[in-house]
């Protein structure tokens, strides 16, 4: 569901590529400190290669949009992981961030073909574009992780 269409929630459950599922604050909270420390790692990494910094703000931005997933009380059902909590995040945020996510899409093909294939090495103009999306996530995903109840300690 990479297209420029908006993708829809309904069709996302009836597809199996997501289940009722509700998630811990603190867990959240765990995956978005993960997604910031990508961020910074994605820093050190840009003078040695832009294809790896890329590739981990990629995973910065694949977090994000499994908080957005997960906060919504939904769990990746599918062996189409990636796609399925991209697709479902663009959902769940009505569209606001849908440029957004077709982005971190291409970014998903992108660093596919540098783990797996001979692809192309991202332009500094895609990685500095890679972080501005990556920035706008993390602010995403950290506005719903603050809309939750805190975690009771036991």
């Known amino acids: ?73 939904w769990r990746i059902a599918a062996d189409r992981g990636h796609q399925t909590a991209i697709d479902a995040a663009d959902a769940l945020t009505d569209g606001r961030l849908h440029r957004i996510f077709l982005r971190l899409h291409r970014m998903r093909r ?7 294939e001979v692809g192309h090495e991202p332009s500094r103009a895609d990685v500095a574009q890679a972080r501005r999306d990556v920035a706008a996530l993390i602010a995403e995903a950290q506005a719903v992780v603050s809309q939750r109840p805190q975690t009771q300690q036991r």
């Not at 992108?110 to 797996?116: A, L």
């Open 110 to 116: 992108v660093r596919h073909e540098f783990m797996y």
């Open 1 to 73: 569901m990479t297209s420029p269409r908006e993708p829809r929630l309904d069709q996302l459950v009836a597809e199996g590529r997501l289940r009722l599922q509700s998630a811990d604050r603190q867990m959240l909270e765990k995956t978005l400190e993960s997604a910031r420390q990508d961020v910074a790692a994605a820093s050190a990494m840009e003078k040695a290669s832009l294809s790896w910094t890329e590739a981990i703000l990629y995973e910065a931005g694949l977090r994000c949009a499994r908080i957005i997933v997960q906060a919504a009380g």
